[in-house]
């Protein structure tokens, strides 16, 4: 081998020793907190631990309340944090489904908490009875201070794979091993019921705008059109929104075409939304309801049919909120939600900033009881 190849061979080699100890310590030093950074947080964690006379929460508390101090300084009124039980639940009622057993949970007079098992799903198959007494899902013992959220989280997990439930049955007192295996459970975020004053008015409640929202849309037209419905109420009241592309889709079922939305994040170019297509829906003769709880993207779908003179809006001014949040993951399962961008309809006025969607038919409720919204949009239908 000649020198000069030898001493090339070993720069090279030297020169990659050399990138690799260089990437590792500036990637080292990226992702390892400073413990500096923070110096008076850090010294007042110190003094807590160290001369706190009361008994102090565990970690994982204090973090997560140094978390929401964080976000409340950042006077971000949409910024939240979420422990990774809310996060997990949240996350399921997005998606419109979750793995799980097919049980409804009540807490007894007791405490204790009781288990209802679905029609046919998986637990009634396994064998667990209406009424029986849940006292341990897998290795978690379930108290009567256990919290109903902590529980179905616990059930909750992969589809295909088996979680351990013992139960307590009145009849001996005895205590009964189940091993059930998950399934795919579907959390509806629409349910609809062809109104009882007139059967050819069809009403579909949306409770949340979620990944299976417009499909269960679809779904309730075509079940209610074999009924003979051929008008149709979109119940939007107290719907807090979901998921944006969510909304986007579901405002796309109504249209024909144009604009729905536009949206903007930080340093980011404009971004616009358009019906891409005439949507299957597109027809058919529709009001919706709404009320101070409609917000998010359950204003992108009643804001952008209004703005497009698609179907007339009845009840109350809506919530008004124009803002997208981002949901990041944290590393135990919990999340951040941070306001990320606006997003608006161009051409709706008064903007949705100024005191939310106005309706074109006002209706409040008063406290007779009657729905007088709902009775609002029945006559109107009635009448075209």
Request: aromatic letters at 8%.
């Amino acid at each position: 081998m000649s020198r000069l190849r030898y001493v090339f061979i070993i720069s090279f080699v030297a020169v990659g020793f050399l990138s690799a100890f260089l990437s590792g310590y500036f990637l080292n030093s990226y992702f390892t907190p400073r413990p500096n950074e923070f110096p008076i947080l850090n010294q007042s964690y110190n003094i807590l631990i160290n001369h706190s006379f009361l008994d102090l929460p565990g970690h994982s508390t204090l973090e997560y309340g140094m978390i929401r101090g964080l976000l409340l300084s950042s006077e971000d009124p949409y910024a939240t944090f979420q422990e990774p039980v809310q996060h997990e639940l949240e996350s399921n009622n997005l998606q419109g489904s979750f793995g799980g057993i097919g049980v409804e949970l009540t807490r007894s007079s007791e405490g204790n908490i009781l288990v209802f098992p679905i029609s046919n799903g998986p637990a009634f198959q396994a064998g667990i009875h209406k009424g029986d007494q849940l006292l341990w899902i897998d290795d978690i013992e379930i108290g009567t201070d256990t919290q109903i959220d902590e529980i179905k989280a616990a059930i909750r997990g992969p589809v295909g794979k088996s979680v351990k439930i013992i139960i307590a049955r009145d009849d001996h007192r005895s205590e009964l091993e189940f091993n059930v295996r998950r399934d795919r459970i579907h959390l509806p975020s629409v349910t609809w019921h062809v109104a009882p004053e007139d059967s050819q008015i069809g009403i579909i409640n949306i409770n949340i705008i979620a990944e299976s929202t417009t499909e269960e849309i679809k779904n309730a037209v075509r079940e209610m059109q074999k009924d003979g419905t051929n008008r149709y109420i979109l119940d939007l009241r107290d719907n807090g929104g979901g998921l944006l592309t969510a909304g986007i889709d579901t405002a796309r079922l109504f249209l024909h075409e144009g604009v729905i939305l536009q949206q903007q994040y930080r340093g980011e170019d404009v971004e616009t939304f358009t019906v891409k297509a005439p949507g299957p829906l597109a027809d058919l003769p529709l009001v919706i309801l709404i009320n101070h709880n409609t917000a998010s993207a359950a204003e992108i779908v009643a804001g952008a049919l209004q703005k497009h003179h698609r179907a007339l809006l009845i009840g109350e001014p809506s919530f008004g909120k124009d803002s997208i949040q981002l949901i990041f993951d944290l590393q135990d399962g919990s999340s951040l939600h941070v306001t990320a961008a606006k997003w608006w309809i161009p051409g709706l006025s008064p903007t949705l900033g100024e005191g939310g969607l106005q309706p074109d038919l006002p209706v409040s409720q008063d406290e007779s009881g009657n729905d007088l919204v709902m009775i609002s949009a029945l006559e109107y239908l009635r009448e075209q």
